[in-house]
């Protein structure tokens, strides 16, 4: 066992306050059996679904990338968009850039996430042009949300691919993801209320919490994390509340979130095409998540 934080709590690990995520890698040839396990779990953990070899690629190339803007510490960059006084951080050149670098997309688009979408939907997929890539520093991390508010105008059946591109201990803050928070009747009023929001229409912070133990305590579900290598995926839906540990190394968590959905569904326009509009600059939050939740009573 070990002591982890996460967020303003400190966590036994593992334990029933922060357990082990389960992979699926055993259920790749029986698509009703993945069915099955997301609507039990909220997530698919798919251990070395991508080249490691591609994915590591993909890190140098980022290396690369800001090493030749001076931007460099201690071996690792500081990206464009990290905050560490918040504790947030934002998408770094989401639009196109180092993102659409061939050895970035062979990982985000590859044949492997484009396989298992079409396999999973059992119809084509299509993917946000937008990609999310992440660094997250000494003492950042992430706090506990639903993915719905920042992308809910297109299709319900959207997921999304979280992808890290190193080996990540657990105190180099890994996701957690909020078992069962996606079906739990704990959390019904919670999907009615902050579920229903729109980051950029509300103009609401988009975190809920940055207290693991308050979801839990209040509404339900486990928290549940492991140990990343290169290669690995993290799928869930807009409803599978999430977060992650923070991170108490001096070294730089490299990841990336893109997202996946059927091809004959809406796509929210925000993501898509040469130039993605993403969040409005005039939408940025005006209202605190504290406010709102006193309105929602919850």
């Known amino acids: 066992m070990q002591q982890v934080r996460m967020g303003v709590r400190t966590l036994t690990y593992p334990s029933d306050q922060l357990g082990d995520l389960r992979d699926c890698n055993g259920l790749l040839d029986d698509i009703p059996a993945l069915h099955q396990r997301m609507a039990e779990d909220g997530y ?6 991508i080249d490691r070899d591609k994915v ?26 990290v905050m560490p006084k918040s504790g947030r951080t934002v998408p770094m050149m989401g639009r196109r850039g180092i993102t659409h670098h061939e050895d970035l ?7 492997e996430l484009f396989e298992f979408f079409r396999g999973y939907f059992t119809e084509p997929a299509v993917t946000f042009d937008y990609k999310w890539l992440r660094g997250v520093g000494n003492e950042q991390f992430t706090g506990a949300h639903y993915d719905i508010v920042y992308m809910g105008r297109g299709s319900q059946r959207l997921h999304t691919c ?8 657990v105190e180099k803050g890994t996701l957690a993801m909020c078992v069962g928070s996606h079906v739990d009747p704990g959390f019904e009023k919670l999907r009615q209320t902050y579920g229903r929001m729109d980051v950029d229409r509300d103009r609401v912070q988009g975190w809920f919490s940055e207290d693991p133990l308050e979801i839990t305590d209040k509404f339900g579900g486990r928290w549940q994390t492991t140990s990343f290598q290169a290669g690995d995926v993290m799928i869930f839906g807009m409803y599978t509340m999430h977060a992650s540990t923070t991170n108490v190394t001096d070294r730089y968590r490299l990841s990336a979130d893109v997202r996946f959905q059927p091809a004959s569904d809406p796509v929210d326009p925000r993501w898509m095409g040469l130039e993605p509009a993403g969040h409005a600059a005039g939408s940025q ?14």
Request: charged content about 30%.
């Open 44 to 49: 698919l953990l798919i251990r070395g679904l």
């Open 56 to 81: 590591l690629q993909a890190r140098q190339t980022i290396l690369d990338y800001m090493a030749q803007r001076g931007a460099l510490v201690e071996g690792e960059p500081v990206l464009e968009g």
């Open 105 to 111: 997309r062979a990982v985000f688009e590859g044949d």
């Open 162 to 169: 979280w992808i890290p591109f190193d080996d990540l201990p």
């Open 285 to 298: 939050p005006e209202k605190p998540i504290a406010e709102a939740r006193a309105e929602w009573r919850v």
